[in-house]
């Protein structure tokens, strides 16, 4: 029996391992790869420049791989690349790269991506993120490893998110997110550490208690956020610390959310 609906459309020039399962009324363009134990649940696109990796399911619905939202794309050449074991759900939308962002989307591996939630040309998502129903990633971001999105929060073009932060339901992030941060409120602020987060993965006492240390000085120090930055790489022995401080210190000419 064919892994193959009668009712999918495919476009001669798509490479699709043996072993993919494509459900009825899927249309899969001319320029996707699916790898490996890629399951299309019913009624889902896959177009473009689109590569979805190994064991990686999308559910119905989901487009992926459509031309971005921005009025400058002019037709260039652009791709999506999807990592491994990820869950698309329903209704889930990811477009390919423009050339003013590099002409690349990529996700890394073993995301979960909820229903209705949107990310957008050029972004670069990391291994293990969850962005929860109805967000939506903008432009340009960059979400490290372990990062989650609350359900209809918006992450604003070129923000860049730190590994291991939460960002609360209902938050508009407009600046960058320090690692293990937690961010809540409408027009999100940093509210503390993702202690929840740490604790989950393993992360040692010593680590936390230095990271509560840190989240202080950044939050009540002398000095610039830059400057309190630069004294805590300074004095920490925390890899986890040290971590926080080159996040800060990379040059990306962008500001930080910072405490109330």
Do not use: W
Request: net charge negative; hydrophobic share 40%; charged share 20%.
């Amino acid at each position: 029996m064919s892994n193959i609906h009668p009712s999918a459309v495919i476009e001669e020039g798509a490479r699709i391992d043996p072993s993919v399962r494509i459900g009825p009324f899927c249309v899969v363009g001319a320029g996707v790869t699916l790898k490996a134990g890629v399951e299309l649940k019913s009624h889902v696109v896959v177009t473009g420049e689109t590569e979805i990796g190994e064991e990686t399911v999308v559910f119905s619905f989901a487009v992926i791989g459509e031309i971005p939202q921005d009025l400058k794309f002019k037709g260039e050449a652009s791709r999506l690349v999807i990592g491994k074991r990820n869950r698309i759900r329903e209704h889930a939308t990811m477009n390919c790269g423009t050339e003013g962002g590099g002409g690349l989307t990529r996700i890394g591996d073993d995301g979960l991506f909820m229903a209705g939630c949107h990310i957008a040309h050029d972004a670069i998502i990391g291994d293990r993120v969850i962005v929860v129903n109805s967000a939506a990633v903008a432009g340009h971001c960059v979400l490290e490893d372990d990062v989650i999105v609350g359900g209809l929060s918006g992450i604003h073009q070129f923000v860049r998110i730190g590994q291991g932060a939460i960002i609360g339901a209902v938050t508009m992030v407009t600046n960058d997110v320090i690692p293990y941060g937690l961010v809540q409120a409408p027009r999100g602020h940093l509210d503390g550490l993702n202690l929840v987060g740490l604790k989950r993965r393993g992360v040692a006492r010593s680590d936390i208690t230095a990271l509560r240390a840190a989240f202080q000085m950044l939050a009540q120090g002398e000095g610039t956020f830059h400057d309190r930055a630069r004294r805590l790489g300074e004095e920490t022995e925390s890899d986890y610390v040290r971590q926080i401080v080159a996040f800060v210190m990379a040059d990306t000419g962008r500001h930080f959310l910072t405490p109330k």
